[in-house]
């Protein structure tokens, strides 16, 4: 099987890959495509950032970062699933698990399309607070993008009409803030995916604090240098 040629009809005919989805062919070699392509791209920009902390952290973040993004899916989905089906949709389970993984592999390309960017600054600049507010601009704006044609995507095989309740509109929006905060959350839990400079390697670090805060105190001390 070419897991790859799925994953290039997804980046390259949306229309097509969609229009099948909603058919329902081939829904699982899909997801086992999508799978694999987005396994095997989240791995590859893990070792890049772990590679900042030495070999056992780019070791891990090769598994972490790809655990992350499908923890978050497996956690969330459902939660969309059962609401949608709740409120009028036809869909069965794996049309809306095939459509979840297209935002994962958009996001997977995304991020090994940054790789080199990444790669550029790992090797010129030693701030750690710099490498790690540039990720989460990287792993933001790549969210950004995955979300939002997961939204297109999915309203697009629902068939979401004027005539749909807006109550599934207004769900679907819900899980999309859901899905960003469990993910957020998941991915400060499962850290460290950088490692620190000033600490030994550690497998997880005690859970403590939020994602939202780390970042405030990044910025700080990337701006006043403390």
Not at 104 to 113: H, K, Q, R
Not at 159 to 187: A, K, M
């Amino acid at each position: 099987m070419d897991h790859f040629s799925t994953l290039i009809l997804l980046l390259r005919d949306r229309t097509t890959f969609l229009e099948e989805v909603r058919e329902g062919k081939k829904i699982e070699s899909k997801i086992l495509s999508l799978l694999v392509v987005s396994s095997l791209f989240f791995a590859i920009y893990g070792a890049i950032i772990g590679s900042s902390s030495g070999w056992q952290q780019l070791l891990v973040s090769m598994v972490k970062l790809p655990a992350l993004y499908l923890l978050t899916l497996l956690i969330c989905l459902p939660t969309l699933y059962f609401f949608d089906i709740l409120f009028g949709s036809k869909a069965d389970f794996k049309q809306y698990a095939v459509l979840s993984l297209t935002t994962v592999s958009v996001i997977s390309v995304l991020l090994f399309s940054f790789a080199p960017v990444t790669l550029f600054f790992l090797v010129s600049i030693r701030s750690y607070h710099f490498f790690l507010l540039l990720n989460v601009a990287i792993f933001g704006l790549t969210g950004f993008i995955g979300v939002r044609l997961f939204y297109a995507g999915i309203r697009s095989v629902m068939d979401f009409t004027e005539d749909t309740p807006q109550i599934r509109n207004r769900l679907l929006l819900f899980w999309l803030t859901l899905y960003g905060l469990v993910g957020s959350q998941l991915g400060w839990t499962l850290r460290p995916f950088f490692g620190s400079p000033d600490q030994p390697f550690q497998l997880f670090r005690e859970v403590e604090g939020n994602f939202y805060s780390q970042v405030i105190r990044s910025i700080a001390a990337l701006l006043f240098g403390n």
